[in-house]
């Protein structure tokens, strides 16, 4: 064998033109047509039982991984943050007076 013919990963058999996978696993054409498919995020050639969905597309766990444009927080604005805080803390404490109340209740007995 004169090393420039390959083996496909999948059935083993030699390839003189291999298709490379993400991870850089030589495949016959045939293989990485019936079992790979290609990274919407990377393009790279991943198994297609390894690919996950996101927003209907299939990705390599790598890119599943990594937040996409859609999946960003929208940043609050000072403004916005301090009202959310504001309002926490008031009803922190609203909270804190009633459960105060109800354990000064007295219980109710049937006399």
Do not use: W
């Not at 690919?51 to 937040?67: D, E, K, M, T, W």
């Not at 805080?85 to 109710?108: G, W, Y």
């Amino acid at each position: 064998m004169d090393g420039t013919v390959q083996s496909c990963a999948e059935c083993l058999a030699p390839v003189s033109a291999a298709v490379s996978t993400q991870n850089g696993a030589s495949l016959c054409q045939e293989c990485a047509e019936q079992f790979y498919c290609t990274c919407a995020g990377c393009g790279g050639l991943i198994p297609q039982d390894e690919a996950g969905l996101r927003h209907g597309a299939l990705c390599c766990v790598q890119c599943l991984g990594q937040p996409g444009p859609d999946d960003a927080a929208e940043a609050l604005s000072e403004a916005e943050l301090s009202a959310l805080v504001a309002e926490f803390s008031r009803l922190h404490a609203e909270a804190k007076q009633l459960n105060d109340r109800s354990r000064q209740q007295p219980a109710s007995g049937g006399t």
